[in-house]
């Protein structure tokens, strides 16, 4: 092309098209958050894992001790596989304790799956007008509020744990349990004696 | 027929439309076919389906899979209209619990779904299911019915990276996989064939949908989450 030809071009008006846009309209209006509003003493408090992450289930074994020690009732529920006969099971207990507890925890939000399985469990708790915490380590923080924007739980409060857990021997995952017990405690709201 | 999806003004050039797709995120980085009006009926007319009916909430956001907004995607995809029925089977297949989309979309791993395709249309579609059958091959089916699974993932499920999908390091497959069986290669052997079980008719298409790790990963994804579904064509009469 000459200088000329491409000033030409240039000069050209450029026809239009009309296409329609291709994505959804997504749902984000903000859903509520709770607070438990009194003492411990006597709370019946979920406390959710799965058979994933052994740093968690070493956390919330530790929270189990100390919430019955400080008068509270701990049910803790191990959610199985998602799919399949077993994810029908697994569907069917969450539903049943989250019907069964007044307030709960559920976790752990440590890879990009687990962290929406968390999130999205904890949101069930959420809908049924209950206080709950997502606990989340630290590096998948920013994954589990951009989920739960998203799916309009913007309040959704968030225990942030460290990471990583997974490698950590099991004194440093109960001294990890014991400074973050009474963090998840304020987290849902629960008042002190 | 009524389209009911809203309406862009881009300038008919596709260096514009690449550049809006890419400034406003619904695109894969790649050319994509322009969703007109007389495109997106086309693919419409391809199945008994109404625009409006919504086949589920798609991960990870769970977007209304209404069946305009995925025929809009497979119009960019730059689909076949008869390849259609296809998108739609797997994103039926995707949908199924067992298939674990939410995890599936969001997971730190790399995993991408695969269609994988029995049947007679399988070669009049350009599905490759030879030589190069994971990539190289070239055949359209094969190209656009991966791609358009995994646009309406991106902009129906709201799937993105770094936002909603935490995979670390990705995968040039989930620009889009979808490959065929060789039906009668499969019943000689020892293996089944993955997207028709012995009580399936002969002679339907079945779209299945498995996940898997990397390309020559098969045999590994059978631990994976497995889904299929029968596309709904709309008869020859129609």
């Known amino acids: ?193 | 027929m009524t389209l009911t999806r809203p309406t862009i003004t881009v300038d008919d050039d596709p260096e514009a439309l690449l550049a809006l797709s890419l400034a406003e995120g619904w695109g894969d980085g790649a050319p994509l076919i322009p969703p007109t009006d007389d495109r997106v009926l086309a693919m419409l007319a391809a199945t008994p389906l109404a625009p409006d009916h919504v086949l589920g909430a798609l991960p990870p956001r769970h977007g209304a899979a209404s069946v305009e907004l995925l025929a809009i995607n497979a119009v960019m995809a730059g689909c076949e209209p008869r390849a259609f029925p296809l998108v739609l089977a797997a994103i039926e297949a995707i949908l199924r619990p067992e298939w674990n989309a939410v995890a599936i979309t969001t997971t730190t791993s790399s995993v991408f779904p695969v269609v994988l395709v029995n049947g007679p249309t399988r070669a009049a579609l350009g599905i490759d299911h030879q030589a190069g059958c994971f990539g190289g091959a070239a055949g359209r089916g094969s190209m656009t019915i991966g791609r358009a699974v995994s646009l309406c993932l991106r902009n129906v499920g709201g799937q993105r990276v770094g936002a909603t999908s935490r995979s670390v390091f990705g995968q040039a497959a989930r620009f889009g996989q979808c490959l065929g069986e060789r039906r009668r290669e499969s019943r000689r052997g020892r293996t089944p064939p993955c997207a028709a079980p012995s009580t399936r008719p002969a002679r339907s298409c079945a779209a299945t949908v498995p996940t898997s790790c990397c390309s020559r990963a098969m045999a590994a994804a059978s631990r994976s989450a497995w889904s299929w579904a029968r596309p709904r064509a709309r008869p020859a009469h129609a």
């Open chain 1, 1 to 193: 092309l000459t200088a000329a030809a491409g000033a030409s071009y240039r000069s050209v008006r450029v026809a239009t098209l009309t296409i329609r846009r291709p994505t959804a309209t997504f749902d984000t209006a903000a859903a509520e958050s709770f607070l438990v509003g009194r003492p411990l003493r006597g709370l019946r408090i979920g406390l959710r894992r799965d058979g994933t992450w052994r740093s968690w289930q070493a956390i919330t074994s530790v929270w189990m001790e100390r919430l019955r020690r400080d008068g509270a009732d701990p049910v803790l529920l191990q959610t199985g596989e998602r799919t399949g006969a077993e994810g029908e099971r697994t569907r069917r207990e969450l539903a049943a304790w989250t019907e069964d507890v007044v307030c709960a925890v559920v976790g752990l939000g440590t890879c990009g799956s687990c962290t929406m399985w968390s999130v999205r469990d904890a949101i069930g708790v959420e809908r049924a007008r209950k206080p709950v915490v997502a606990a989340v380590c630290e590096e998948f923080v920013g994954h589990a509020r951009t989920t739960a924007e998203f799916l309009g739980h913007h309040g959704l409060k968030i225990l942030v744990l460290p990471y990583p857990l997974e490698a950590r021997p099991e004194a440093e995952l109960r001294a990890i349990a014991d400074a973050w017990y009474p963090k998840m405690l304020d987290l849902l709201g629960v008042t002190r004696p």
